[in-house]
Structure formats: C-alpha cells, structure tokens
C-alpha cells in the first residue's frame, strides 16, 4: 500500500462567517470548545496518517501558534501561500509532497466527522477498478445549495448537478478526497489548472469512486451554520492538554460572539 499522506486546505477567508473571520480563522472556529481543525487532526491521527501538511493564507500566523504545540510538532506542517492559490495550485505549489503518494484532501474548514479508517479501507482495497480517487459524499438536507453528484450502479461518478433545480439526489460532495498519483501527475501536468472541483474533477467522470459519509458532515460557512454544529456529536480525537494556546483560546471572544 502506498503511504497516505493529508493536505488539509485551510487558507480560506471565511467571508461569510463575518464578523467572526475578523478576528479569527475559519479553521480555528469553535465546535464543543475545541477548534475546527484539532477535530480534522485526531481523526487523522487515528487513521493512522501521520505526515499532514496544512496550506495557510488568512490569518496564518494563528494557524501556525495552533501547530505549534507539541501534540503536532513532527506529524504537521504547515505551507503559507502570499496569494491564494486556489485548490488545484496548492497541490501543484506541493507536488514534491503528494507525488507517489495516496493524498487525502480535504477542505479542511468544513465540519466533517466519520471513521476515516473505513474511508482508507474502501479506497486502498474496495474501490471500482479503474477508478483513480475516492470522493466522500453525504445527504445534503437542502440539495439546492449542494453539488449533486450522479453514480452509475457501481457508485462511480457520472455526472455533477451544481446547485440546479430539479438535482436528481441528495447525494452531494463532501469536498473530502483519497487521490492518486495519476491525478496528481494530471494536475502538474496542466499549469492553467488552479480549481480542483470545477477543472479537476469534470477530467475524471467515470473514475471517480464514493464514499458515503453517514455520520457528521456539514458547511459551516455562516453564522447559523455554526450555531448548529455545536449540537452534533463527534467521538474523535481530541488532545487533553493545559498548553498556553488552550488556555488562551477558551478565553478568545470568538466562544461569546458565536452565541449573539
């Protein structure tokens, strides 16, 4: 089995969450008290992926005092970019980290919690021949603001419905991927491409396999999307510690501002 390594895309300006993304990053938003993205961590951690790399834009400095402490130091880096590259330009911008490698990406300020072990297990030993990815997809409660995505019988991509009117599911994009080298070797060798869901994906119909998320998975993209992430339940890794970072973020603004 080829390693599996993770490139959580993280640089986001979060612009519909303000003014919470005035004074904080996406990623870093509280759910139950902890960060966003210590929840993607320990779900990594216990599927056993321990080589991740963070990329950073929007507010990168907080990002990186959040990676500094010791839980992550040796397993997670972090690739600040000056100007945002879009998703397709990280991977391309950090080829020399994801070539011969499986690489789980994930837009890592979406709110995603399930067995990533099952995850890796469907896509290293069960996916359709042929195939070169494996998409996560849930059941989107509102299919209108979702990426629809069609399957044939062996649940390979055949078709995307972008926010249409008349979807022919609920089944939608996660925006959480297992990618192999070919699509990585794809994507270097089309320097115009920078966009992974619009450029990227509509080259591989019929060689994308899926995955269904039936746990946790949701856009918490505003406000009151926040609001209700803060009811779900989520069994993953979370690091006990009494660092300065924790002790500084239970006391951030960000916790009062989110209840308004």
């Given amino acids: 089995m080829k390693d599996t390594r993770a490139l959580l895309l993280a640089a986001g300006l979060g612009t519909r969450l303000k003014p919470l993304t005035d004074i904080w990053p996406k990623c870093l938003m509280p759910i139950h008290g902890r960060p966003l993205l210590e929840y993607w961590l320990g779900i990594l951690k216990t599927a056993e992926i321990d080589n991740v790399l963070v ?28 100007n945002l590259l879009g998703t ?43 195939t070169v990815m494996t998409m996560m997809t849930f059941i989107c409660p509102d299919p209108l603001e979702c990426g629809i995505v069609e399957l044939d019988h062996d649940g390979v991509v055949v078709n995307f419905h972008e926010k249409v009117k008349s979807p022919p599911s609920k089944l939608a994009n996660a925006a959480v991927y297992l990618i192999e080298p070919e699509v990585v070797k794809w994507i270097s060798d089309h320097p115009k491409v920078n966009d992974f869901s619009t450029e ?5 119909l019929g060689k994308i396999a899926t995955w269904n998320n039936q746990e946790v ?37 960000i916790h009062k501002l989110i209840n308004i």
């Avoid at 300065?244 to 239970?250: C, E, V």
């Fill in 55 to 82: 990329n950073t834009h929007y507010f990168s400095e907080r990002v990186d005092e959040f990676l500094d402490q010791p839980q992550f130091v040796g397993w997670v880096d972090s690739a600040y970019e000056e």
């Fill in 88 to 130: 397709a330009g990280t991977i391309k911008n950090n080829t020399n980290f994801c070539k011969d490698n499986t690489i789980l990406l994930a837009h890592a300020d979406n709110w995603t919690c399930c067995n990533f072990s099952d995850f890796l297990n469907y896509h290293h030993n069960h996916r359709p021949e042929g």
């Fill in 200 to 204: 990227v994906l509509p080259s591989f």
């Fill in 217 to 253: 998975h949701r856009d918490i993209g505003t406000i009151k999307m926040l609001k209700e992430a803060q009811t779900d339940k989520c069994e993953g890794l979370v690091w006990n510690n009494n660092s300065s970072w924790q002790k500084n973020f239970l006391n951030n603004p």
